[in-house]
């Protein structure tokens, strides 16, 4: 079974709407970590947003939110006031153990996004 | 502060040669992962190093190979290339790589194609 499901293999989004990008996830682990990235078309990956498994609250960074359901094993990410620089590949990761476990992370496919004028 | 740095940015060699990519990872960071990312089979992780030994490994075979120095900069060699080894191979550091909640910080990785 995939550790990391993202469904949407492609979005648009009218600039300064709101978007959310799906992902599912599936350990049998109790500690674990999600985060988000995004991947321009330069190739490097810029670190969004992280949601630990303990953690009580919604984890926000400036635009970026994430709506995690822990019964549910999803962590969707919510993208406010789109602007044309979001346009890119988004990223779901998991880190399976909190601590000590290194820096293993299992990847989902990708969400292609597209900010529209 | 500099971020990571991958060398080089891009690659081209024919199979059965061998290959050796190189990663420096911000000041002060110690934990140095590798992962290959390819159209069809996403994002895999290769390995991780902290201080110079090898922590973690991802299921790739005995080709893929890495070390890590003491100022923690990292190379990583495929022998006898394949066809399949074309790939954007991406090097990340992190302070430690055992904190929860620990970011990765990704380089703008190599472009390895093998013809």
């Known amino acids: 079974a995939q550790k990391i499901t993202q469904t949407q293999p492609g979005m648009f989004v009218q600039e300064k709407e709101a978007v959310t990008l799906d992902c599912t996830y599936d350990?049998?682990?109790?500690?674990?970590?999600l985060f988000w990235y995004k991947q321009p078309s330069s190739g490097e990956m810029i670190f969004l947003i992280y949601?630990?498994?303990?953690?009580?609250q919604n984890a926000t960074e400036g635009r970026y939110s994430l709506n995690f359901q822990k019964a549910r094993k999803s962590a969707n990410l919510v993208i406010s006031a789109s602007q044309l620089g979001d346009s890119a590949m988004y990223f779901c990761?998991?880190?399976?153990?909190?601590?000590?476990?290194?820096?293993?992370?299992?990847f989902g496919t990708g969400t292609q996004l597209k900010v529209e004028l | 502060k500099a971020g990571v740095t991958q060398t080089p940015r891009y690659l081209i060699k024919t199979r059965g040669q061998q290959v050796t990519l190189s990663c420096s990872p911000i000041?002060?960071?110690?934990?140095v992962s590798w992962y290959q990312q390819t159209p069809g089979q996403g994002l895999q992780f290769l390995f991780e190093?902290?201080?110079?030994?090898?922590?973690n490994k991802g299921n790739f075979p005995g080709r893929f190979s890495g070390r890590q120095f003491s100022n923690s900069r990292s190379e990583m060699n495929v022998s006898t290339l394949e066809l399949g080894d074309s790939a954007l191979y991406l090097c990340?550091?992190?302070?430690?790589?055992?904190?929860?909640?620990?970011?990765?910080?990704f380089g703008s990785g190599t472009q390895l194609s093998v013809l």
């Open positions: 949601q630990g498994s303990y953690d009580q």
């Open positions: 990340a550091s992190s302070p430690q790589g055992d904190q929860a909640n620990e970011k990765l910080f």
């Open positions: 000041s002060g960071h110690r934990s």
């Open positions: 990761a998991m880190r399976e153990g909190l601590t000590g476990g290194g820096n293993k992370l299992t």
């Open positions: 190093y902290f201080s110079e030994t090898q922590r």
């Open positions: 350990t049998s682990d109790p500690s674990y970590g």
